[in-house]
């Protein structure tokens, strides 16, 4: 069975692709290399459009495999039709949860450590300046209870903060989120008034597109830091840079931006109110090692004739879940 990775990003771990898929042709193709799909029996995707029209160019194909867990680019009732597989792979314990939480704790340590203006002052001689805040003793609230921000959640209570966290829908009977206090996601506003961090860990779906807006924010007390590792599409840009811009919150840590690859030019890159990565959340040595393992299972499973993993037409019927 011929693997396809879609996009020449994958050409740096094709050695690698090639030992973790030993027996199996791996091919590397740019996205829009429709030529490479006409004998693909697996297509693994980054977050990219895979919608009817490309899937009618393979008609060979028996599973899209989201690398990573985001998977909203993926038409899942177009594969249904056409009875092929639409999967990603698990978030927890793969390392992409476990990571992007890390993440998720760098930005809020740097802001609350004021580490760039640290840094100024080093240079400058001076030692005891400026001065931080702890994360012990104060409250965050986690947007969205998925895996990625449960996993969060349990960071920061080890850290000694309290935590609120916000879902689209309520935990189900015998589930422990390890937050102190849930809102739904009507009570959001609610939710981020008195606490210093907010922590958006939250899909990326029509209904949440835009959802983090200029109301949201001045809801945020002035003293609060804005932190995203989920997408850059569930903040409103304008809203955001106007709220750090009009002072009515103190800072925001970003790893993801509403285009990827982003501009050099983005004003957020260097902004002295903002830090940002990336999107290196799930970029570690544990989800590659994960991520690689749980491909390769699926692409025997499906050369057997039997159904692969995470598939996503399967996940949380008649439950909307974060990852």
């Not at 998720?104 to 004021?114: D, E, F, N, T």
């Not at 050099?264 to 999107?279: C, G, I, R």
Request: charged letters at 25%.
């Amino acid at each position: 069975m011929k693997v396809v990775f879609w996009g020449k990003e994958f050409s740096r771990l094709k050695e690698t692709l090639e030992r973790n898929l030993e027996g199996r042709e791996v091919v590397i193709a740019d996205v829009g290399d429709d030529s490479a799909l006409a004998e693909a029996g697996m297509l693994v995707v980054r977050p990219v459009t895979v919608d009817d029209r490309l899937l009618s160019k393979a008609p060979r194909l028996k599973l899209v495999q989201q690398w990573g867990a985001g998977a909203e680019g993926i038409d899942v009732e177009a594969c249904r039709r056409r009875g092929i597989y639409a999967c990603n792979v698990p978030s927890i314990g793969m390392g992409n949860a476990e990571g992007v939480a890390e993440v998720a704790l760098l930005h809020m340590l740097i802001l609350a450590k004021r580490l760039f203006r640290s840094r100024e002052k080093l240079m400058e001689g001076k030692v005891y300046t400026p001065p931080g805040i702890t994360l012990w003793g104060k409250t965050a609230c986690v947007i969205g209870l998925g895996n990625v921000g449960r996993t969060i959640a349990s960071r920061l209570k080890a850290f000694g903060m309290t935590v609120r966290g916000v879902n689209r829908t309520p935990p189900g009977d015998g589930e422990a989120w390890g937050v102190d206090e849930y809102f739904p996601l009507s009570g959001l506003k609610d939710a981020v008034k008195g606490a210093r961090f907010a922590v958006a860990a939250l899909a990326l779906a029509p209904e949440t597109e835009g959802l983090l807006d200029g109301d949201f924010f001045s809801a945020m007390d002035g003293d609060a830091f804005f932190i995203n590792v989920a997408r850059g599409g569930i903040v409103s840009r304008d809203a955001l840079l106007e709220a750090l811009d009009g002072g009515k919150i103190a800072g925001a840590g970003l790893d993801v931006l509403w285009e990827e690859p982003h501009r050099t030019d983005d004003p957020f890159l260097t902004h002295p109110k903002v830090s940002v990565t990336p999107h290196i959340g799930g970029v570690n040595d544990a989800a590659m090692e994960g991520t690689l393992r749980f491909i390769a299972q699926n692409a025997a499973l499906v050369a057997e004739g039997r159904e692969p993993m995470g598939r996503l037409d399967k996940k949380d019927r008649g439950r909307r879940r974060d990852p």
